[in-house]
């Protein structure tokens, strides 16, 4: 399972675009990346997941680059709400997941 | 795609006594995972739960001491024996992963006094 690197914290003020970035330098041909979204006393949610290039939705955009060594979360616009521990996750289909410490946004008003 | 659930949401419990959690998904998945979230830490995979066979545990985690039924395609469980105050953590059910979405339940927070 390849490994993940990503900030341990980040900061940002209501209303910017936060990008986290992910490193997987040992990401395997078949593996999707996958982020997650953790509130307290709440179980992880599904954000968005890509297998290349940009994927957007309704609620974030995921960029990677052709060699796909890393990853690139953006939030447009985030507001208090979107407080909360953001993880990476890279895997192939019916592989379990391996959670890495993960990146805690702190949005300040 | 599926809801999933589990129960209790929290306990407080004995040491040396044990508690069973349990998790319902609303549709059947071929494999269910169950992980532990110490306070203020990530993830960790506790085991892997497929119906009809034996659970498989990841390092540092025996049968002994995290037993997990699944019985069926909807459901398994997951039980914290013989605990002590180190077992006091949030333990997590899910589902899917990998190239597919994974579904969380809320967790079972547990507190050993």
């Known amino acids: 399972l390849a490994k993940t690197t990503q900030p341990i914290s980040m900061d940002s003020y209501e209303g910017q675009e936060v990008n986290i970035t992910c490193s997987h330098n040992?990401?395997?041909?078949?593996?999707?990346i996958t982020w997650y979204q953790q509130f307290p006393s709440q179980g992880p949610r599904f954000i968005i997941q890509?297998?290349?290039t940009k994927v957007t939705n309704e609620v974030a955009s995921l960029f990677i680059p052709a060699d796909r060594k890393s990853s690139t979360l953006s939030l447009p616009r985030v507001s208090l709400s979107d407080t909360a521990v953001y993880y990476c996750?890279?895997?192939?289909?019916?592989?379990?997941?391996?959670f890495g410490p993960g990146t805690r946004l702190s949005v300040l008003p | 795609s599926a809801v999933i659930s589990q129960k209790p949401s929290r306990d407080i419990c004995q040491r040396g006594t044990s508690l069973t959690i349990q998790c319902q998904v609303d549709?059947?998945?071929?494999?269910m995972f169950w992980y532990r979230q110490q306070p203020g830490q990530s993830l960790t995979l506790i085991a892997t739960?497929?119906?009809?066979?034996?659970?498989?545990?990841e390092s540092g985690f025996v049968i002994d001491k995290f037993p997990i039924s699944r019985p069926n395609l909807t459901f398994s469980t997951l039980t914290v024996s013989n605990m002590s105050p180190e077992d006091s953590s949030i333990y997590l059910c899910?589902?899917?992963?990998?190239?597919?979405?994974?579904?969380f339940g809320q967790g079972t927070r547990l507190t050993v006094v």
């Open positions: 549709s059947q998945v071929t494999m």
């Open positions: 739960a497929n119906q009809g066979s034996e659970a498989t545990y």
């Open positions: 899910s589902y899917g992963g990998g190239g597919t979405e994974a579904f």
């Open positions: 040992n990401i395997a041909t078949n593996d999707y």
């Open positions: 996750l890279v895997g192939d289909y019916g592989q379990n997941f391996v």
């Open positions: 890509g297998y290349k």
